[in-house]
């Protein structure tokens, strides 16, 4: 395989079921990815820890692990967020990439809509997400970048240092 550079700049988010497929991809085992969540308002014996392996999952398992040997890079901005953030921490826990770019944009919470009378709802924010063996806190912290490069020429022109280097210690 050839070193893979993702682009994540300018990406908001998405759904947080994708950024768990692709994560798949990387992935030695289906165990390998799992996103908690808990809630801060709650006792701590209340505290739930819950699974959201998307549905359908199990298909995927001829695929999981197809990329887990391919060195790649993520090229982030402030803009880059959410489910985003989500995909890069689960590939910074397991050590897979260098981001390269500017600080994240640091959302790492998700929001449940509920319907309301007469064609209204509300956004109430129920989930915060903890990434990764080390539970990395994503909201309102974000992702720094192992190289920070802000002209979005330099970007594209890359550093083949960063795309070669395979051990990403």
Do not use: C
């Not at 990439?97 to 959302?107: M, Q």
């Amino acid at each position: 395989w050839r070193p893979l550079i993702i682009d994540l700049r300018g990406n908001t988010g998405g759904s947080v079921q994708s950024a768990l497929l692709i994560s798949y991809l990387f992935a030695r085992h289906l165990s390998d990815v799992m996103i908690t969540y808990m809630s801060e308002n709650l006792p701590s014996e209340s505290k739930q820890v819950i699974d959201l392996v998307p549905q359908g999952v199990i298909g995927l398992w001829s695929d999981a692990g197809r990329f887990a040997d391919v060195s790649f890079v993520i090229l982030t901005d402030k803009k880059t967020a959410s489910a985003s953030e989500i995909f890069i921490g689960i590939m910074r826990d397991w050590r897979k990439t260098r981001l390269i770019g500017v600080h994240t944009f640091g959302k790492g919470v998700m929001e449940t809509v509920l319907n309301l009378p007469q064609g209204r709802s509300i956004a109430l924010t129920t989930h915060e997400f903890l990434l990764g063996n080390s539970r990395i806190k994503v909201h309102g912290v974000g992702f720094s970048p192992d190289v920070e490069v802000v002209s979005e020429h330099a970007i594209i022109a890359g550093d083949e240092e960063y795309l070669d280097d395979r051990s990403l210690d």
